[in-house]
């Protein structure tokens, strides 16, 4: 006998999911960035503290989203004046990532937005729990 769908965690993970991402799209909203655009912000500028440049292909990889993909929302970022890119000398067919100083201060504020939204969902579960039960599924051989 299939599990009623309350009793389904997949079911419920996707419910919670659908809940989740409504909440950061709204939090995202004013700061003109849907979710993916903030992804790959976020994650091109938290590199770039790092002293990393990296080309398209790492950061699709950091950010876990499809290269492709990655290419047409980092155009939209370029477009926007967040982001530039530019020709990696090492390999010409690549271009290295750096985010602008326009996207350097909204990164952060961003990032806010989007733990105040993490932090409100997550209220119910303690953070260890939450973090830890989440990296077992996002990461499930390490």
Do not use: Y
Not at 11 to 28: N, S, Y
Not at 107 to 118: F, K, L, M, S, T
Request: hydrophobic content about 45%; proline content about 7%; glycine content about 4%.
């Amino acid at each position: 006998m299939p599990l009623s769908p309350g009793d389904s965690p997949g079911f419920l993970l996707w419910h919670a999911t659908l809940r989740w991402q409504r909440d950061i799209a709204t939090a995202l909203a004013p700061l003109d960035l849907t979710h993916v655009q903030f992804v790959l912000l976020a994650c091109t500028w938290w590199l770039n503290t790092q002293g990393e440049h990296p080309n398209q292909l790492a950061l699709a990889r950091q950010a876990g989203t499809d290269v492709k993909m990655t290419s047409q929302v980092l155009r939209i970022l370029e477009r926007k004046g967040l982001i530039e890119r530019e020709v990696d000398p090492a390999d010409t067919r690549a271009k290295r990532l750096r985010v602008t100083d326009t996207g350097a201060e909204l990164a952060p504020r961003a990032i806010a937005a989007v733990e105040r939204v993490d932090a409100r969902f997550f209220q119910p579960v303690p953070l260890d729990d939450a973090v830890a039960l989440l990296g077992r599924l996002a990461h499930p051989d390490t």
